[in-house]
């Protein structure tokens, strides 16, 4: 059974940089075929798709976010990485991270994605 958990801060401050990781147990994310996703959803928002890093570690990203977002990955811990640089309150949003087997930039319904972890709630605040 595949799992994913997020974990990271409980707390990050304005100017700072979110880095929250994501744990894959049941699925190697050197897997043919799979990518492997960071999503948020802010309060009272839709989900956004905020980037993905694929099974070759090539990374793709949302252009509104790209100049802040980078995602890389660990194939010995089997883990990726979400940094999110120069954060304000407006970034406070719960975070998920989450495998599909095709990129779709964008998340329409989210049985694309067939696994997801459970979320981590992010403030951001001083």
């Known amino acids: 059974q595949v799992q994913l958990r997020e974990s990271g801060p409980g707390l990050v401050k304005p100017s700072q940089t979110l880095s929250l990781t994501c744990a894959v147990s049941g699925d190697s994310i050197s897997a043919s075929l799979t990518y492997w996703n960071w999503i948020r959803q802010l309060p009272g928002k839709g989900l956004e798709w905020m980037g993905a890093?694929?099974?070759?570690?090539?990374?793709y990203y949302n252009t509104s976010l790209r100049s802040r977002t980078s995602i890389s990955r660990d194939t010995s811990k089997n883990q990726f990485t979400l940094q999110l640089s120069s954060v304000t309150p407006g970034d406070t949003a719960t975070y998920y991270c989450a495998k599909s087997r095709a990129l779709f930039f964008r998340v329409e319904a989210r049985s694309d994605y067939k696994y997801w972890g459970q979320g981590i709630q992010v403030p951001v605040a001083s």
């Open positions: 890093i694929n099974f070759s570690s090539y990374d």
